[in-house]
Protein backbone atom coordinates (compact mmCIF):
# COMPACT_ATOMS: atom_id res chain seq x y z
CA UNK A 1 0.00 0.00 0.00
CA UNK A 2 1.67 3.13 -0.92
CA UNK A 3 0.06 5.83 1.59
CA UNK A 4 1.87 8.75 0.05
CA UNK A 5 -0.52 7.98 -3.15
CA UNK A 6 -3.20 7.75 -0.79
CA UNK A 7 -2.75 11.23 0.95
CA UNK A 8 -2.29 12.72 -2.54
CA UNK A 9 -6.52 11.62 -2.62
CA UNK A 10 -6.72 13.92 0.34
CA UNK A 11 -6.19 17.79 -0.31
CA UNK A 12 -6.84 19.30 3.07
CA UNK A 13 -3.39 16.88 4.17
CA UNK A 14 -1.31 19.28 2.51
CA UNK A 15 -1.47 22.34 4.14
CA UNK A 16 0.22 24.34 7.21
CA UNK A 17 -0.89 24.96 9.92
CA UNK A 18 0.79 27.65 12.18
CA UNK A 19 3.30 27.09 9.74
CA UNK A 20 3.86 23.57 10.35
CA UNK A 21 2.81 20.45 8.30
CA UNK A 22 -0.48 19.61 9.58
CA UNK A 23 -1.08 16.12 11.29
CA UNK A 24 -4.17 15.13 11.76
CA UNK A 25 -4.84 12.45 14.69
CA UNK A 26 -8.46 13.46 15.05
CA UNK A 27 -9.82 10.60 12.90
CA UNK A 28 -12.33 9.26 15.53
CA UNK A 29 -14.36 12.60 15.64
CA UNK A 30 -14.41 12.67 11.97
CA UNK A 31 -12.12 11.57 9.21
CA UNK A 32 -11.07 13.78 6.30
CA UNK A 33 -12.81 13.42 2.85
CA UNK A 34 -10.95 12.10 -0.51
CA UNK A 35 -10.74 14.38 -3.86
CA UNK A 36 -13.90 11.41 -5.02
CA UNK A 37 -15.89 12.29 -1.78
CA UNK A 38 -15.29 16.29 -2.37
CA UNK A 39 -15.78 16.07 -6.12
CA UNK A 40 -19.14 14.27 -5.84
CA UNK A 41 -20.63 16.70 -3.75
CA UNK A 42 -19.87 19.27 -6.39
CA UNK A 43 -21.33 17.22 -9.18
CA UNK A 44 -24.65 16.78 -7.63
CA UNK A 45 -24.88 20.29 -6.62
CA UNK A 46 -23.74 21.49 -10.16
CA UNK A 47 -25.64 19.12 -12.27
CA UNK A 48 -27.86 16.67 -10.59
CA UNK A 49 -29.46 18.86 -7.55
CA UNK A 50 -33.89 17.78 -7.39
CA UNK A 51 -35.94 16.27 -4.86
CA UNK A 52 -35.71 12.48 -5.30
CA UNK A 53 -38.98 9.92 -5.48
CA UNK A 54 -41.48 12.43 -6.46
CA UNK A 55 -40.22 14.30 -9.43
CA UNK A 56 -41.36 13.88 -13.07
CA UNK A 57 -38.19 15.00 -14.91
CA UNK A 58 -35.00 13.66 -15.90
CA UNK A 59 -32.94 15.47 -12.65
CA UNK A 60 -35.30 13.72 -10.25
CA UNK A 61 -34.83 10.55 -12.11
CA UNK A 62 -31.49 10.60 -12.31
CA UNK A 63 -31.00 11.94 -8.53
CA UNK A 64 -33.55 9.39 -7.44
CA UNK A 65 -31.34 6.41 -9.01
CA UNK A 66 -28.16 7.45 -7.50
CA UNK A 67 -29.63 7.52 -4.10
CA UNK A 68 -31.50 3.93 -4.66
CA UNK A 69 -27.96 2.64 -5.82
CA UNK A 70 -26.55 3.89 -3.12
CA UNK A 71 -28.72 1.98 -0.59
CA UNK A 72 -27.91 -1.19 -2.55
CA UNK A 73 -24.03 -0.23 -2.42
CA UNK A 74 -24.14 -0.03 1.55
CA UNK A 75 -26.55 -3.03 1.60
CA UNK A 76 -23.33 -5.03 -0.08
CA UNK A 77 -21.07 -3.45 1.96
CA UNK A 78 -22.67 -4.61 5.74
CA UNK A 79 -23.91 -7.49 3.57
CA UNK A 80 -27.66 -7.02 4.74
CA UNK A 81 -30.03 -9.36 3.06
CA UNK A 82 -32.22 -6.81 1.72
CA UNK A 83 -31.77 -2.75 0.70
CA UNK A 84 -35.01 -2.27 2.40
CA UNK A 85 -33.49 -2.87 5.65
CA UNK A 86 -31.06 0.69 5.02
CA UNK A 87 -32.19 3.53 6.43
CA UNK A 88 -30.39 6.92 5.49
CA UNK A 89 -30.40 9.12 8.23
CA UNK A 90 -28.34 12.08 9.51
CA UNK A 91 -25.47 10.10 11.33
CA UNK A 92 -25.33 7.36 14.29
CA UNK A 93 -27.13 9.78 16.70
CA UNK A 94 -29.97 9.69 14.87
CA UNK A 95 -30.20 6.27 13.69
CA UNK A 96 -29.94 5.89 17.45
CA UNK A 97 -32.58 7.65 18.36
CA UNK A 98 -35.04 6.38 15.25
CA UNK A 99 -34.39 3.05 16.74
CA UNK A 100 -34.95 4.00 20.64
CA UNK A 101 -37.67 6.01 20.01
CA UNK A 102 -39.04 3.76 17.57
CA UNK A 103 -38.69 0.34 18.83
CA UNK A 104 -39.61 1.87 22.43
CA UNK A 105 -42.96 2.76 21.17
CA UNK A 106 -43.66 -0.88 20.21
CA UNK A 107 -41.70 -3.30 22.72
CA UNK A 108 -40.61 -1.15 26.05
CA UNK A 109 -43.32 -0.58 28.61
CA UNK A 110 -43.09 0.21 32.55
CA UNK A 111 -40.94 -2.01 34.67
CA UNK A 112 -38.99 -3.51 31.34
CA UNK A 113 -35.28 -2.73 31.03
CA UNK A 114 -32.40 -2.11 28.70
CA UNK A 115 -28.81 -2.84 28.92
CA UNK A 116 -26.14 -0.64 27.67
CA UNK A 117 -22.24 -0.60 28.52
CA UNK A 118 -20.38 1.63 30.57
CA UNK A 119 -18.11 2.41 27.75
CA UNK A 120 -21.06 3.87 25.40
CA UNK A 121 -20.81 7.23 23.64
CA UNK A 122 -23.19 9.69 25.33
CA UNK A 123 -25.67 9.09 22.01
CA UNK A 124 -25.77 5.46 22.89
CA UNK A 125 -27.00 6.09 26.52
CA UNK A 126 -28.87 9.45 26.52
CA UNK A 127 -31.80 8.10 24.28
CA UNK A 128 -32.21 4.86 26.07
CA UNK A 129 -32.83 7.47 29.08
CA UNK A 130 -35.13 9.52 27.24
CA UNK A 131 -37.14 5.94 26.61
CA UNK A 132 -36.84 4.70 30.04
CA UNK A 133 -38.02 8.04 31.58
CA UNK A 134 -40.87 7.69 29.23
CA UNK A 135 -42.17 4.43 29.53
CA UNK A 136 -40.91 3.66 33.40
CA UNK A 137 -38.43 1.61 32.13
CA UNK A 138 -35.08 1.09 33.60
CA UNK A 139 -31.29 1.29 32.53
CA UNK A 140 -28.98 -1.64 33.38
CA UNK A 141 -25.33 -1.35 32.75
CA UNK A 142 -22.16 -3.76 31.64
CA UNK A 143 -19.44 -2.80 33.42
CA UNK A 144 -15.76 -2.94 32.09
CA UNK A 145 -12.48 -4.07 33.52
CA UNK A 146 -9.43 -1.35 34.09
CA UNK A 147 -7.97 -2.81 30.92
CA UNK A 148 -11.30 -1.61 29.18
CA UNK A 149 -12.66 -5.03 28.39
CA UNK A 150 -16.50 -5.82 28.71
CA UNK A 151 -17.47 -7.88 31.72
CA UNK A 152 -19.22 -10.51 29.84
CA UNK A 153 -19.60 -12.54 32.68
CA UNK A 154 -21.48 -9.25 34.05
CA UNK A 155 -24.04 -8.67 31.34
CA UNK A 156 -25.18 -12.60 31.28
CA UNK A 157 -26.34 -11.37 35.07
CA UNK A 158 -28.36 -8.38 33.85
CA UNK A 159 -30.29 -10.98 31.65
CA UNK A 160 -33.96 -11.24 33.22
CA UNK A 161 -37.81 -11.62 31.89
CA UNK A 162 -37.65 -7.88 31.83
CA UNK A 163 -34.71 -7.15 29.38
CA UNK A 164 -35.94 -5.63 26.24
CA UNK A 165 -32.86 -4.68 24.26
CA UNK A 166 -29.01 -4.21 24.52
CA UNK A 167 -27.21 -1.50 23.36
CA UNK A 168 -23.69 -1.53 22.61
CA UNK A 169 -20.82 -0.31 20.71
CA UNK A 170 -18.68 -2.56 18.58
CA UNK A 171 -15.92 0.01 19.10
CA UNK A 172 -15.10 2.01 21.89
CA UNK A 173 -14.49 5.85 20.83
CA UNK A 174 -12.63 6.27 24.04
CA UNK A 175 -10.80 3.05 24.46
CA UNK A 176 -10.41 1.68 20.94
CA UNK A 177 -11.60 -1.67 22.34
CA UNK A 178 -13.25 -3.61 19.91
CA UNK A 179 -16.01 -4.82 22.27
CA UNK A 180 -17.06 -9.22 21.58
CA UNK A 181 -20.11 -8.38 19.82
CA UNK A 182 -20.90 -11.55 18.12
CA UNK A 183 -20.37 -12.91 21.55
CA UNK A 184 -23.22 -10.40 23.23
CA UNK A 185 -25.86 -11.13 20.47
CA UNK A 186 -25.46 -15.22 20.45
CA UNK A 187 -25.90 -13.97 24.18
CA UNK A 188 -28.86 -11.60 24.08
CA UNK A 189 -30.54 -14.07 21.43
CA UNK A 190 -30.60 -16.54 23.70
CA UNK A 191 -32.53 -14.76 25.54
CA UNK A 192 -35.01 -13.36 23.06
CA UNK A 193 -33.48 -10.08 23.09
CA UNK A 194 -32.54 -8.20 20.32
CA UNK A 195 -29.27 -6.17 19.74
CA UNK A 196 -28.62 -2.72 18.89
CA UNK A 197 -24.58 -2.33 17.73
CA UNK A 198 -23.40 1.43 17.65
CA UNK A 199 -20.79 1.21 14.83
CA UNK A 200 -19.59 4.40 14.80
CA UNK A 201 -15.97 3.74 15.24
CA UNK A 202 -15.96 0.37 13.93
CA UNK A 203 -17.20 0.77 10.15
CA UNK A 204 -13.83 2.16 8.87
CA UNK A 205 -12.02 -0.25 10.50
CA UNK A 206 -13.45 -3.84 10.60
CA UNK A 207 -15.23 -5.74 8.16
CA UNK A 208 -18.54 -5.49 8.90
CA UNK A 209 -21.47 -8.50 8.26
CA UNK A 210 -24.55 -7.86 9.80
CA UNK A 211 -25.62 -11.31 8.80
CA UNK A 212 -23.23 -13.02 10.18
CA UNK A 213 -23.12 -11.03 13.28
CA UNK A 214 -26.62 -11.38 13.25
CA UNK A 215 -27.58 -8.01 15.32
CA UNK A 216 -30.35 -6.74 14.85
CA UNK A 217 -29.51 -3.24 14.22
CA UNK A 218 -26.52 -1.44 13.02
CA UNK A 219 -25.54 2.35 13.14
CA UNK A 220 -23.35 4.55 11.80
CA UNK A 221 -21.97 7.77 10.18
CA UNK A 222 -20.59 8.65 7.01
CA UNK A 223 -18.19 11.14 8.27
CA UNK A 224 -16.36 8.98 10.07
CA UNK A 225 -15.77 6.81 7.03
CA UNK A 226 -14.32 8.99 4.44
CA UNK A 227 -17.57 10.50 3.88
CA UNK A 228 -19.73 13.58 4.26
CA UNK A 229 -21.23 14.97 7.50
CA UNK A 230 -25.35 14.66 7.50
CA UNK A 231 -25.83 11.62 6.42
CA UNK A 232 -25.64 8.33 8.26
CA UNK A 233 -27.38 4.44 8.26
CA UNK A 234 -29.28 2.62 10.28
CA UNK A 235 -29.64 -0.79 9.64
CA UNK A 236 -32.62 -3.02 11.20
CA UNK A 237 -33.54 -6.34 10.30
CA UNK A 238 -36.37 -6.22 8.20
CA UNK A 239 -39.08 -8.53 10.66
CA UNK A 240 -38.33 -5.54 13.70
CA UNK A 241 -38.63 -2.76 11.00
CA UNK A 242 -42.25 -4.09 9.82
CA UNK A 243 -43.26 -4.13 13.27
CA UNK A 244 -42.02 -0.46 14.84
CA UNK A 245 -44.13 2.35 13.94
CA UNK A 246 -42.69 5.51 12.20
CA UNK A 247 -40.33 7.82 13.84
CA UNK A 248 -40.99 10.91 12.04
CA UNK A 249 -44.37 11.98 10.73
CA UNK A 250 -44.00 13.42 7.23
CA UNK A 251 -43.67 13.66 3.46
CA UNK A 252 -42.73 10.41 1.74
CA UNK A 253 -43.11 8.01 4.96
CA UNK A 254 -46.77 7.63 3.77
CA UNK A 255 -48.99 5.25 1.63
CA UNK A 256 -51.98 7.65 1.77
CA UNK A 257 -53.38 10.69 4.61
CA UNK A 258 -56.93 11.69 5.49
CA UNK A 259 -57.43 13.56 8.42
CA UNK A 260 -59.48 10.58 9.64
CA UNK A 261 -56.67 7.92 8.82
CA UNK A 262 -52.88 7.48 7.65
CA UNK A 263 -51.27 4.79 5.90
CA UNK A 264 -47.26 4.18 6.37
CA UNK A 265 -45.13 3.85 3.17
CA UNK A 266 -43.11 0.66 3.18
CA UNK A 267 -39.42 0.01 4.10
CA UNK A 268 -37.42 1.82 3.97
CA UNK A 269 -39.61 5.20 3.44
CA UNK A 270 -41.45 4.44 6.48
CA UNK A 271 -38.66 5.59 8.11
CA UNK A 272 -37.03 8.43 5.51
CA UNK A 273 -39.78 11.20 6.49
CA UNK A 274 -38.98 14.84 4.17
CA UNK A 275 -36.08 15.29 2.00
CA UNK A 276 -33.06 13.36 2.70
CA UNK A 277 -29.48 14.81 2.06
CA UNK A 278 -29.39 13.56 -1.43
CA UNK A 279 -26.12 15.09 -2.24
CA UNK A 280 -24.62 13.15 1.11
CA UNK A 281 -25.69 10.26 0.47
CA UNK A 282 -24.36 9.62 -2.90
CA UNK A 283 -21.00 11.73 -1.64
CA UNK A 284 -20.92 8.27 1.28
CA UNK A 285 -20.84 6.32 -1.87
CA UNK A 286 -17.96 7.62 -3.09
CA UNK A 287 -16.53 7.04 0.27
CA UNK A 288 -18.11 3.37 -0.07
CA UNK A 289 -15.53 2.96 -3.15
CA UNK A 290 -12.73 4.55 -1.68
CA UNK A 291 -12.48 2.34 1.12
CA UNK A 292 -13.35 -0.38 -1.26
CA UNK A 293 -10.32 0.03 -3.78
CA UNK A 294 -7.86 -0.53 -1.29
CA UNK A 295 -10.01 -3.13 0.96
CA UNK A 296 -11.45 -2.65 4.48
CA UNK A 297 -8.35 -5.58 5.75
CA UNK A 298 -5.44 -3.65 4.53
CA UNK A 299 -7.07 -0.92 6.03
CA UNK A 300 -7.13 -2.59 9.25
CA UNK A 301 -3.99 -4.23 9.00
CA UNK A 302 -1.94 -0.72 8.09
CA UNK A 303 -3.60 0.63 11.44
CA UNK A 304 -3.26 -2.09 13.43
CA UNK A 305 0.86 -1.08 12.19
CA UNK A 306 0.49 2.37 12.89
CA UNK A 307 -1.57 1.79 16.23
CA UNK A 308 1.43 -0.90 17.72
CA UNK A 309 4.43 1.35 16.32
CA UNK A 310 2.68 4.72 18.42
CA UNK A 311 1.30 2.70 21.61
CA UNK A 312 5.39 1.39 22.01
CA UNK A 313 6.62 4.73 21.38
CA UNK A 314 4.47 6.54 23.62
CA UNK A 315 4.92 4.15 26.06
CA UNK A 316 8.54 4.85 26.07
CA UNK A 317 7.50 8.61 27.35
CA UNK A 318 7.86 9.00 31.44
CA UNK A 319 4.39 9.68 33.01
CA UNK A 320 2.59 8.74 30.12
CA UNK A 321 -0.63 6.19 30.87
CA UNK A 322 -2.68 4.92 27.96
CA UNK A 323 -6.65 4.34 28.47
CA UNK A 324 -7.76 1.31 26.78
CA UNK A 325 -5.13 -1.32 26.80
CA UNK A 326 -7.19 -4.60 25.29
CA UNK A 327 -5.90 -6.86 23.42
CA UNK A 328 -8.14 -6.07 20.51
CA UNK A 329 -8.43 -2.16 19.63
CA UNK A 330 -8.82 -0.04 16.94
CA UNK A 331 -6.14 2.91 16.01
CA UNK A 332 -7.43 4.70 19.05
CA UNK A 333 -5.08 5.99 21.57
CA UNK A 334 -6.35 8.09 24.54
CA UNK A 335 -3.44 9.00 27.36
CA UNK A 336 -2.67 11.14 30.01
CA UNK A 337 1.14 12.80 30.69
CA UNK A 338 1.72 12.44 34.38
CA UNK A 339 -1.32 14.56 36.10
CA UNK A 340 -1.15 17.48 33.20
CA UNK A 341 -4.67 18.40 32.06
CA UNK A 342 -5.32 17.39 28.76
CA UNK A 343 -6.56 20.41 27.11
CA UNK A 344 -3.12 21.94 28.27
CA UNK A 345 -1.75 18.74 26.49
CA UNK A 346 -3.95 19.07 23.69
CA UNK A 347 -3.37 23.24 23.17
CA UNK A 348 0.38 22.84 23.06
CA UNK A 349 -0.03 19.94 20.15
CA UNK A 350 -2.16 21.80 18.66
CA UNK A 351 0.55 25.09 18.56
CA UNK A 352 3.08 22.59 16.93
CA UNK A 353 0.55 21.63 14.09
CA UNK A 354 -0.85 18.47 15.47
CA UNK A 355 -4.39 17.95 15.53
CA UNK A 356 -5.83 15.53 18.49
CA UNK A 357 -9.04 15.84 20.76
CA UNK A 358 -9.21 16.40 24.40
CA UNK A 359 -12.00 15.85 26.58
CA UNK A 360 -14.44 13.39 27.73
CA UNK A 361 -15.33 12.66 24.11
CA UNK A 362 -18.65 12.32 24.92
CA UNK A 363 -18.03 9.40 27.26
CA UNK A 364 -18.14 10.87 30.80
CA UNK A 365 -18.87 7.70 32.23
CA UNK A 366 -15.29 6.17 30.97
CA UNK A 367 -14.06 9.01 33.05
CA UNK A 368 -15.92 8.57 36.07
CA UNK A 369 -14.78 4.90 36.35
CA UNK A 370 -10.77 6.24 35.94
CA UNK A 371 -11.47 9.16 38.08
CA UNK A 372 -10.37 11.00 35.67
CA UNK A 373 -11.04 14.25 33.82
CA UNK A 374 -10.67 13.23 30.56
CA UNK A 375 -7.96 12.18 27.84
CA UNK A 376 -5.62 13.30 25.40
CA UNK A 377 -7.06 11.16 22.45
CA UNK A 378 -4.93 10.92 19.04
CA UNK A 379 -6.85 8.48 16.11
CA UNK A 380 -5.55 7.41 12.72
CA UNK A 381 -6.54 7.01 9.78
CA UNK A 382 -5.13 5.09 6.36
CA UNK A 383 -3.33 7.91 5.61
CA UNK A 384 -1.25 8.39 8.43
CA UNK A 385 2.40 7.89 8.58
CA UNK A 386 5.02 6.57 11.00
CA UNK A 387 6.63 10.14 10.15
CA UNK A 388 3.63 11.90 11.92
CA UNK A 389 3.70 9.11 14.94
CA UNK A 390 7.28 10.55 15.51
CA UNK A 391 6.35 13.94 15.50
CA UNK A 392 3.94 13.57 18.03
CA UNK A 393 6.55 11.74 20.12
CA UNK A 394 8.92 14.24 19.67
CA UNK A 395 6.57 17.10 20.37
CA UNK A 396 5.45 15.65 23.83
CA UNK A 397 9.11 15.24 24.58
CA UNK A 398 9.26 18.64 24.05
CA UNK A 399 5.97 19.93 26.12
CA UNK A 400 6.30 17.40 28.26
CA UNK A 401 8.39 19.61 30.59
CA UNK A 402 6.53 22.21 30.59
CA UNK A 403 3.10 20.19 31.60
CA UNK A 404 5.15 18.47 34.23
N1 LIG B 1 -21.09 6.52 18.84
C1 LIG B 1 -19.76 6.54 18.86
C2 LIG B 1 -19.01 5.37 19.38
C3 LIG B 1 -19.10 7.67 18.37
O1 LIG B 1 -17.76 7.72 18.38
C4 LIG B 1 -19.85 8.75 17.87
C5 LIG B 1 -19.18 10.01 17.35
N2 LIG B 1 -18.20 10.53 18.16
C6 LIG B 1 -21.24 8.65 17.87
C7 LIG B 1 -21.82 7.53 18.36
C8 LIG B 1 -22.09 9.76 17.34
O2 LIG B 1 -21.89 9.92 15.97
P1 LIG B 1 -22.47 11.18 15.20
O3 LIG B 1 -22.00 12.39 15.97
O4 LIG B 1 -21.83 11.08 13.86
O5 LIG B 1 -23.94 11.06 15.18
Request: hydrophobic share 40%.
Amino acid sequence: MDISNIRQLFPILDQKVYGKPLVYFDNAATTQKPQSVIDTLCRYYTTLNSNIHRGAHYLAAQATDEYEQTRRKVQAFINARHSREIVFTRGTTESINLVASSFAEQFIGNGDEVIVSAMEHHSNIVPWQLVCERKGARLRVIPFSDEGILDIKALEGLFNEHTRIVAVNHVSNTLGTVNPIAEIIEMAHSHNVPVLIDGAQAISHRKVDVQKLGCDFYCFSGHKMYGPMGVGVMYGREELLEQMPPYQGGGEMIKDVTFERTTYNELPFKFEAGTPAVGDVLGLSAAIDFINSIGIENIAAYEEELTEYATSQLLKIEGLRIFGTAPEKTSVISFLIGNAHPYDTGTLLDKLGIAVRTGHHCTQPIMDRYGIPGTVRASFAVYNTREEIDTLIAAINRIAPMLL
